[in-house]
């Protein structure tokens, strides 16, 4: 009887540990997306201020060119205000952690 309870429990158990492993697989997953959506947004708010700043007190004959070289470069500037965002939250956990 304990025998089979023991078993029982067992694999309970086992059942609970591949669910939470499942769901952690999940939640990496869905963080993944989180980030690039995040990358996406970033782009097109860039892309939306450059556009704005560029069509503001000009005339309609804008050199497409020289606009997307600037989107260009304010998605650069994005990435990499991302890039120093994410290594100082990396340096205050790891300044934490010790």
């Known amino acids: 009887q304990n025998e089979k309870e023991l078993h029982d429990l ?3 158990q086992e059942e609970k540990m591949l669910q939470i492993i499942d769901k952690s697989g999940e939640v990496t997953i869905l963080k993944e997306e989180v980030s690039q959506l ?29 606009v997307q ?4 470069l304010w998605q650069e500037m ?15 956990l790891l300044r934490d952690k010790y």
């Open 10 to 12: 067992l694999k309970q």
């Open 69 to 72: 070289e600037r989107v260009l």
């Open 38 to 66: 995040k990358r996406s947004l970033q782009r097109a708010e860039s892309e939306a201020r450059v556009l704005w700043e560029e069509m503001r007190g000009q005339e309609p004959k804008v050199d497409a060119t020289y």
């Open 78 to 92: 994005d990435k990499l205000r991302f890039l120093l965002l994410e290594k100082e939250n990396e340096k205050l």
